[in-house]
């Protein structure tokens, strides 16, 4: 069984700084964490941002480009969210998407994504 572990959620104020982690653990042969969504209260889930296989294709929601940077870790089969200068609407539900496919490029269709994180709330505060 695979399972996603995301890390690094919490209670912020506006303009402070989190770093999401996500490591799969359990049978992780071919399989790749690769992409990051949220969902608040209310609302649909949405793409965040997406890396490729080898970290050299990245995609980036529009809400959240320049502010936040994904990154990943080969070695260690990882994926990273570093989010800078929060805002409020940043508050909702991080999730990590895992893949067993090494796409030469970035997706951010949650289609192409097969195991999901738990979730990690990330609440900001004003």
């Known amino acids: 069984q695979v399972q996603l572990v995301e890390s690094g959620g919490g209670l912020v104020q506006t303009g402070d700084s989190l770093r999401l982690s996500c490591a799969a653990s359990g049978r992780t042969f071919r399989i790749y964490p690769m992409g990051w969504f949220r969902q608040a209260p209310g609302k649909e889930r949405e793409v965040v941002a997406a890396?490729?296989?080898?970290?050299?294709?990245?995609y980036y929601a529009s809400s959240v480009k320049g502010r936040f940077t994904i990154s990943r870790d080969n070695a260690k089969n990882t994926v990273h969210l570093q989010m800078n200068s929060l805002k409020p609407e940043d508050t909702a539900n991080y999730y990590c998407?895992?893949?067993?496919?090494?796409?030469?490029?970035?997706?951010?269709?949650?289609?192409?994504?097969?195991?999901w994180g738990q979730g990690t709330q990330v609440t900001v505060s004003s």
């Open positions: 890396i490729n296989w080898s970290g050299s294709s990245t």
């Open positions: 998407a895992a893949t067993t496919n090494t796409y030469q490029r970035a997706t951010p269709d949650d289609r192409r994504y097969d195991y």
